[in-house]
């Protein structure tokens, strides 16, 4: 990775990152051989990347900086991100853009669905930035989206990952009546780290938020994910898998942190696949439905695959139960 300020690749000379420019530098650390990925060359990448181009759409895969890109664009899974590829927030993990965003596209729900007709999704995940300068946080056009792919694609599940619709009235229920499959939002990390790694966030609001989905549509499957190795300890990780399953949150998802650029937070370590097995052990021990833990978890890593298991596991569930 660039070991210089991003500059935004949508308009030229612009800093991707202005309100980062005067952070102290962090030198980006040298990656162990387990979290080295090779740059994509497979050709189904390439026409994942142009249908992408051609429906005008924004990937959190792109945006996000993702390491899993490469073998997930091979096989045609595509993470929509939609509302923009600016977020109001300014969290020091995130690689998104941040800034004032533009107005939402009337367009953008047919758009995506059809690029999730034309790929042939099983699953499709579909995440935003931050859009806090909406009502409705941009529930509403989740909504919208999640009706769109269903008409376009009705045999393909889908999963939404939210914002936490801070100070938002009534979002999660505009989400949750659209009925989407999975619905994810992650925590991202310990408390502790909110005031420095998510500072525009509020980690009992983003508990409240995935609680309240479940008492609204107990059907619908729930996840959230955590990001490792930015100084937190294994106790403050045992609550909030804890917290989670208070909040009878189904699927977790834990994953190494990776520093886009010098003006993000810093990695404190790497966690070696031999911890995020134990994290695996740990939460499935805390009676989560899923769990997936590994250096290169991300939240919409493998999701077709894992909600075919979700839902196997929730029927298991319910014969031990009987």
């Given at each position: 990775?660039?070991?210089r300020i991003?500059?935004d690749?949508r308009?030229?000379?612009?800093l ?16 162990p ?11 189904v ?7 992408m181009?051609?429906?005008r759409?924004?990937?959190v895969?792109e ?8 073998e997930?664009?091979a ?17 020091s ?12 596209a009337?367009?953008?729900?047919e ?10 999704l ?6 935003s930035v931050?859009r806090?300068?909406l ?7 989740f ?6 792919v269903?008409a376009a ?6 999963e ?10 009534g979002?999660?229920?505009?989400v949750?009546?659209?009925?989407p ?16 790694i ?8 983003s508990l409240?938020l995935l ?7 107990p059907?619908?499957f729930?996840?959230?994910g ?6 937190e300890?294994?106790?403050?990780i045992?609550q909030?898998m ?10 977790l998802t834990?994953g ?5 650029t ?17 994290l ?7 009676g989560?439905?899923?769990v997936?833990a590994?250096?290169?978890?991300r ?11 979700l839902k ?11």
């Amino acid at each position: 990775m660039s070991t210089r300020i991003v500059v935004d690749h949508r308009s030229s000379g612009a800093l991707r990152h202005p309100e980062k420019a005067h952070r102290p530098d962090n030198p980006i650390q040298r990656k162990p051989v387990w979290i080295r990925v090779k740059a994509p060359t497979h050709p189904v990448y390439h026409e994942t990347h142009a249908l992408m181009r051609q429906n005008r759409l924004v990937t959190v895969c792109e945006e996000a900086a993702c390491p899993n890109i490469g073998e997930c664009w091979a096989n045609r899974h595509a993470t929509m991100m939609i509302m923009g590829d600016v977020c109001t927030r300014a969290c020091s993990f995130c690689n998104v853009t941040t800034g004032s965003p533009a107005p939402l596209a009337a367009d953008e729900p047919e758009r995506v669905a059809d690029a999730v007709a034309r790929l042939g999704l099983r699953h499709v995940v579909i995440t935003s930035v931050d859009r806090d300068d909406l009502e409705d946080g941009g529930a509403t056009h989740f909504a919208a989206v999640i009706r769109a792919v269903r008409a376009a694609a009705p045999g393909t599940s889908i999963e939404v990952l939210t914002p936490d619709f801070l100070r938002k009235r009534g979002a999660a229920e505009r989400v949750v009546e659209a009925r989407p499959d999975v619905f994810n939002h992650n925590l991202e990390t310990v408390p502790r780290l909110y005031p420095t790694i998510r500072p525009g966030a509020r980690y009992y609001q983003s508990l409240r938020l995935l609680d309240r989905v479940k008492s609204l549509d107990p059907a619908i499957f729930t996840k959230s994910g955590l990001m490792v190795g930015l100084g937190e300890e294994k106790a403050e990780i045992q609550q909030v898998m804890d917290d989670l399953r208070i909040a009878d949150v189904d699927f977790l998802t834990v994953g190494q942190y990776l520093q886009p650029t010098i003006k993000h937070a810093a990695v404190a370590r790497f966690v070696t696949p031999e911890e995020f097995a134990g994290l695996a052990a740990l939460a499935r021990g805390k009676g989560f439905l899923m769990v997936s833990a590994s250096p290169l978890t991300r939240s919409s890593y493998h999701a077709d695959a894992d909600f075919a298991a979700l839902k196997a596991a929730r029927g298991h569930a319910s014969v031990a139960a009987a």
